[in-house]
């Protein structure tokens, strides 16, 4: 068995790669071949519209097969609607560490998922600093009845405010108890109603 590096361009539509990357997977499956990795590269717009579609996801797949079964597999996969374009290339030299390497689609994965993960950090750090705020401001605020208490023992208690009479109000009425004081320059005949006949 011979070790092949596949490059297969599917419909980019669906979001779950596993289900995406079905088509390649079943392709190598039923041609005898052991898949060592498969990944996705990239999702792209692609130059021109293959199969009526403007957009593709590129799955790499790295796998061993008897050399007579590619063949049988371009064959496969060209028959397959959901495979847009595949290309074979056979890769003897290569390393473990290569065929676990990083595709462009994992970096930016991690890449978001860091991000995510940063963000999230952030805020729970931003959230822990306010309640040690709050537990600060608690801490240096007496309790509310002993804040009452002072605000008491501070404040003298409220006196009604003194308002100066109107000037345009009437003098009191005198009190029973006392006699009337006449105003000056009164005479009797100006306490008689207007009723009464003059003399």
């Known amino acids: ?9 599917v419909d980019a539509g669906n979001p779950d790669f596993h ?10 499956e039923r041609n005898e071949a052991e898949i060592l990795a498969i990944n996705p590269w990239d999702e792209r717009r692609l130059a021109y519209e ?13 796998f061993k097969a008897p050399p007579g079964q590619i063949s049988d597999l371009e064959r496969d996969c060209q028959l397959d609607e959901r495979v847009l374009r595949m290309l074979v290339l056979r890769r003897d030299d290569l390393s473990d ?15 978001a998922a860091a ?30 009845a002993e804040a009452d208490k002072s605000a008491t023992a501070e404040t003298p208690p409220a006196e ?6 109107d000037p345009g ?13 006449e105003a000056p320059g009164t005479d009797e005949a100006a306490e008689k109603p207007d009723d009464a006949p003059q003399a």
């Open 169 to 181: 109000d009437a003098p009191a009425a005198p009190a029973e108890d006392e006699p009337a004081a």
């Open 19 to 28: 289900a995406a990357s079905e088509p390649a997977r079943v392709a190598l």
């Open 97 to 111: 560490q290569e065929i676990q390497s990083e595709t462009p689609a994992m970096a930016v994965s991690r890449r």
């Open 160 to 165: 009604a405010p003194a308002t100066p009479p």
């Open 50 to 62: 293959i199969k009526g579609r403007r957009r593709g996801l590129y799955i790499l797949a790295y």
């Open 115 to 144: 991000r995510k993960a940063e963000q999230a950090a952030t805020e729970a750090k931003s959230a822990a600093d306010a309640d040690t705020a709050d537990k600060k401001a608690e801490a240096d605020t007496p309790p509310a």
């Open 1 to 9: 068995m011979q070790t092949y590096e596949g490059m297969f361009l």
